[in-house]
């Protein structure tokens, strides 16, 4: 039914079944790499249907012409190019040349390029993200294993004893960019699919050959709305004309028919859905790319999904070491797709396992006062297992030692000053 194109299809669409079950896909990833070019296939079906077995186009052609002359005549003006002239408007040679309508019988195969697509920049981070240190798809479906072959609490620690061994690895690299390798190539994703929407609008200007980029718009106005269909809308026309010749004894007959493009009615309707729709995924990936993106350099804490400051054992200062020097861009990055594919029980656990090999690797007395030998040290201590600002603390010793001793006698020279 596709044609010289079914393998294509074919193929495109077993690459669709293989990324349904994807461990590391979100919401947006299966907007742009899943749901759309399902829907860009169903509407290369629904197209092909009318081209192959149903009636694309319907001529009026002159009485003396038999039935094989007629089936003649719809066979020809949609194979050969149609041209779209306004009622009320002349059929000139300059309309004739400038308004012909050729796209209707390539759309199935834009279609499928359109969905393959889509499809590309996941193909490509697919590619990419096996070469970096934590990789996201391998450390998923490890879990995902080590839940079904044994108990939970095992498989949770075995899954928290291989994330820390890729920490290790990459606290010990000399490689700055080791650590948020996967986070970039995340970022490249959405970057990626943005730029996609972009080059697909590109495109459906100039295979529809419209004049601007908000064309879907306008149709929508004039067509829907206005009803001027007849007599502005050239992008989508319902009624076209075809020239043809016929030869009777030794001299050609050129005739002019008109004729309803039955198949451009749900063209229409397909594409016009799909505009809007393209606008849709362009807004949401590129809201999303941006949210993460925030997230990721100024609220890192917050994507983990539970408060270390409860764990026993940390506090601020610790819990600040642990995201920034220990997780990490790319182990932040894959604690929130265990938390979207197991759910946040897991992840917890998960945590709790990193924490105690992370409390156990800290020195005996590093608990009293953590940030002292940091590059940028925090202004807290812990007191007594509870976090306290050094200024607050110089107050509170600085009282005790007022209530012991009573108040410090004043300087010499204030004493002179007195007498």
Not at 147 to 170: L, Q, T, Y
Not at 254 to 275: A, D, G, P, R, W
Not at 380 to 401: C, E, Q
Request: glycine share 6%.
């Amino acid at each position: 039914m596709l044609g010289f194109f079914g393998p294509f299809y074919e193929q495109l669409v077993g690459m669709l079944r293989k990324q349904q079950g994807q461990l590391a896909f979100d919401t947006i990833d299966r907007v742009n790499a899943w749901f759309t070019p399902f829907v860009l296939i169903a509407m290369t079906l629904a197209i092909s249907c009318k081209q192959y077995f149903g009636q694309p186009i319907k001529c009026w052609t002159p009485r003396e012409f038999s039935g094989s002359w007629d089936g003649y005549v719809h066979d020809f003006c949609f194979i050969e190019n149609t041209y779209f002239v306004p009622n009320g408007t002349e059929v000139t040679d300059q309309a004739r040349g400038d308004r012909h309508i050729n796209y209707y019988r390539w759309v199935p195969l834009v279609l499928l390029l359109q969905a393959a697509m889509f499809v590309i920049p996941y193909n490509i981070w697919n590619m990419l993200h096996k070469r970096t240190s934590i990789n996201l798809k391998g450390s998923l479906r490890f879990f995902e294993g080590a839940m079904k072959k044994s108990e939970p609490a095992k498989a949770v620690d075995a899954f928290a004893g291989e994330i820390w061994n890729k920490i290790c690895e990459i606290r010990e690299s000399r490689n700055k960019f080791q650590g948020c390798q996967a986070t970039i190539n995340f970022f490249l994703l959405k970057l990626g699919f943005v730029i996609n929407c972009v080059l697909q609008m590109v495109l459906l200007k100039h295979f529809l050959d419209v004049d601007d980029y908000f064309w879907g718009f306008f149709h929508l106005w004039n067509v829907e709305f206005k009803g001027t269909a007849e007599k502005e809308d050239s992008i989508f026309p319902r009624v076209v004309l075809c020239d043809f010749k016929v030869r009777n004894l030794g001299q050609q007959h050129q005739h002019t028919v008109s004729c309803i493009m039955i198949l451009n009615m749900i063209i229409e309707k397909l594409y016009i859905c799909f505009y809007f729709w393209l606008i849709f995924v362009f807004i949401l990936t590129t809201a999303g790319m941006l949210h993460f993106a925030f997230q990721m350099l100024f609220r890192r804490h917050s994507l983990v999904p539970t408060n270390l400051n409860n764990k026993p054992a940390m506090n601020p200062t610790r819990s600040h070491r642990f995201i920034r020097k220990y997780l990490n861009f790319d182990g932040i990055l894959l604690l929130t797709y265990v938390d979207a594919q197991f759910g946040a029980f897991r992840t917890s656990q998960v945590i709790d396992g990193l924490i105690d090999r992370f409390v156990a690797e800290q020195q005996p007395d590093s608990s009293t006062v953590t940030s002292l030998h940091e590059e940028n040290p925090e202004r807290y201590v812990a007191f007594n297992t509870d976090t306290i600002p050094m200024d607050r603390l110089n107050r509170k010793v600085h009282s005790l030692i007022e209530e012991v001793d009573g108040p410090s006698a004043p300087p010499a020279s204030e004493e002179k000053k007195e007498m």
